[in-house]
DNA sequence: TTGTATGCGTTATCAC
DNA sequence: GTGATAACGCATACAA
């Protein structure tokens, strides 16, 4: 039941470079002969075997994505957009769920090189050093999201200025004391940079640090609701909570409505990412936007220029955050 | 910098067939000369062409995977259940986003047949009659996952049956008024199936059926929200809404809480999925547990044993729902 | 405009 | 235990 070029051929009878020219749509073949091939192939259900003929043009259409997990609510999001852009350009795409762990990048890493895919988008906190040089040696394009590192094409959102802006926004609104449940304290992208944009907007201000106020959290619901609680069991109270990112500041907000807090009357709090959710809650959360879609397709975009050899007039793409304002501030 | 099993051979000073042989672990090689093609293959940071070997073997250890839309809550849990197993077998996934529409997915099986994945995990509501005589005519082994579909093999939940524990849990309750909001009234999973359940609990408890508190929804939080407002603008009001999926019963309890109307006091609401929110949102949410993980999990393990001919039990696997009793009802 | 022949990087069959 | 060599299905340089 499985038919190949050859097959078409004999069927059409000509020869199977005849029948390669229909399919890759050269100009040079006759209509008449071409319509003898069409109905031929019609007629078999013949599909051209894409390996073999990756094997030949030394491209296989194909891209990688690596992505920490596609079941946490952030990334499904940036994936469709890279999706949607591969879909146009023809391409699909593996999908590889690392769970940030540094050996199942490299295993990911390998087997795409393996299947040869043409590029890779790659997301994770930081790119290990072996990574780096692998990218380097088997020289496999390859665009970061969400992260940056060297010379690697990326595409992001300036993290600190963005978490300058929203402790800013508290202070503003007359908050004395702003507690922060961070990322992990090394993690480069939304640990280290946010933290830092933090104590920027404080010592702006005039504001002083302290510690106390200081929580490292691990990023999903439970630590932000338990993070909440140490801060809130303070005898100094904060009266805002900026949190690192979404997921753990529904966390907080979760256990505000539980302890009958009123937000944001009593407790401001503000999140990082504008995942689906956080709109849908109640109260809804405001929150900083990361085009996620867009910083998907964006990144994909780059890919395909540089798949084409096209310039890119630059390889370090910024995109633009913006800080909605909802009901918990 | 990209070499191949010709150069490998040259370093090491033996064939080609050599070289094959070390890499896929023949037995038959002198440990010897396996040091020595190790060594070449180490220093040359050789990497197999796994399209030329798929082109030879006739297998690409690839499978697709096609779901209606990764940014929607509901799959992403059931894609890392494929993953994961898939990962364990040594398959690599290609994702495909259809958004339920059939000619993407024409489209989408046509590539994943071209590049001459293994198999495939289809999730969409309906097989058209097109897909399923492609699915026929190529053979390539598929399996079904959250519907099922003449003889191919699915793996599903009992939704009537689930719908009618629900309806008959909320009648125990007490509830004589249980509104609907159900899917599409053509879709056979989501839809027919679960409004069948609601209308054998009624019946069965002697309930008259009202047409007035059935309302079709489109899946989506806002049409949850909306139909919600219709149905409590009701003169004769219902006490309780089962809605056919969590993401509109968190537009259901939003809209509650705006209102202020007391859950589960006043209003009960009840979901099915058991998204990962529906447990965060407060009042946490009373739903149906469909394993997605699991699903996908299982799925894949079909689709690996028939792979690999291996015999399998049915072809149609039912797993088991569960209501989860939260905050909600 | 069409056909013949070669090779893409592997694995497998057969000798040796 | 190892090495030649013929496929796998296709695209393409070259010939006709």
Do not use: W
């Not at 390998?110 to 895919?117: P, T």
């Amino acid at each position: 039941m499985k038919f190949n070029i050859k097959d078409v051929a004999k069927k059409a009878e000509v020869s199977i470079s005849t029948v390669s020219r229909v399919i890759n749509e050269s100009k040079v073949v006759r209509p008449e002969t071409q319509k003898k091939v069409i109905k031929a192939i019609e007629e078999l259900g013949y599909k051209p075997n894409a390996i073999a003929r990756s094997l030949k043009v030394k491209n296989t259409k194909t891209i990688g994505i690596m992505i920490p997990d596609i079941s946490n609510q952030f990334y499904p999001e940036v994936v469709r957009g890279v999706e949607d852009i591969a879909n146009m350009y023809n391409y699909n795409i593996f999908l590889c769920n690392t769970d940030l762990d540094d050996e199942k990048e490299m295993q990911y890493f390998d087997a795409l090189a393996e299947k040869q895919v043409d590029g890779i988008i790659f997301m994770g906190n930081i790119v290990s050093e072996e990574l780096y040089s692998k990218i380097k040696f088997y020289n496999i394009p390859l665009v970061l999201i969400g992260a940056d590192y060297e010379d690697l094409p990326s595409v992001t959102i300036n993290n600190t200025e963005a978490a300058y802006t929203v402790v800013k926004y508290l202070i503003e609104k007359g908050h004395k004391r702003i507690g922060m449940i961070t990322g992990k304290k090394h993690d480069p992208v939304t640990g280290v940079t946010r933290l830092k944009g933090y104590k920027d907007a404080l010592k702006e201000s005039g504001l002083l640090f302290d510690e106390e106020l200081i929580i490292e959290g691990g990023y999903r619901f439970k630590s932000g609701y338990e993070a909440a609680k140490r801060l809130l069991e303070l005898e100094n109270k904060p009266t805002a909570i900026f949190v690192a990112n979404d997921e753990m500041a529904l966390g907080v907000t979760r256990l505000a409505l539980e302890m009958n807090i009123k937000v944001p009357e009593d407790l401001a709090i503000i999140g990082f990412d504008n995942i689906d959710m956080s709109q849908k809650f109640y109260p809804a959360l405001t929150t900083v936007a990361q085009p996620m879609y867009e910083m998907g397709a964006i990144g994909m975009r780059v890919l395909t220029k540089i798949l084409k050899d096209e310039p890119i007039d630059t390889n370090k793409v910024l995109l633009n955050y913006s800080l909605i304002e909802r009901e918990s501030s």
